[in-house]
């Protein structure tokens, strides 16, 4: 009797846990979140960047509305986009989050939309990790470990083969 009760109690913990990990995807309800990095930052670097490939498999849209370091690493955390005026590059802060349309992906990719770190505490080290709370409008919230990549690295290390 003691069995089952332990077994049925696991079983209900799996069943509402929201986000499970497989390879290599967070899943969160009908959004799947891939191919999570930020890049090595240098001492004394004001701000760092994150970057992740967002799927929304469902039949409607939802909003990353917010990131939050999950660790005291900056001073804030921004979602944001970059873009080019004239001949200039200027990014702005999103401050109602990114929409992820209904059976679309969105990349947070380096030049583009991305997470924005700051007035960073501590500068990011290559081989370590970031670890961030992604809080989408209708699917939650979820954890999301982010490796550090290269400075120069344009995306996540590939597992292929491994």
């Known amino acids: 009797m003691i069995r089952f009760a332990r077994a049925a109690a696991l079983a209900a913990i799996l069943l509402v846990t929201p986000a499970f990990a497989h390879d290599g995807v967070v899943h969160l309800g009908d959004i799947n979140i891939s191919k999570p990095f930020s890049r090595a930052t240098l001492p004394n670097a004001p701000v760092g960047g994150g970057f992740l490939t967002i799927e929304n498999t469902g039949a409607e849209a939802d909003t990353l509305v917010s990131v939050k370091a999950v660790e005291d690493v900056s001073g804030d955390v921004q979602i944001h986009t970059m873009a080019m005026e004239g001949d200039v590059m200027k990014m702005r802060q999103l401050a109602d ?6 059976g679309e992906t969105v990349v947070l990719a380096p030049g583009g939309a991305h997470i924005m770190f700051m007035g960073l505490k501590q500068r990011f080290v290559e081989g ?19 490796p550090v990549l290269g400075a120069a690295a344009d995306g996540a290390a590939s597992h292929e083969g491994h």
């Open 97 to 102: 989050g990114i929409e992820i349309p209904a």
């Open 128 to 146: 370590e990790t970031v670890k961030v709370t992604l809080t989408f409008a209708k699917a939650g919230s979820v954890e999301v470990d982010l």
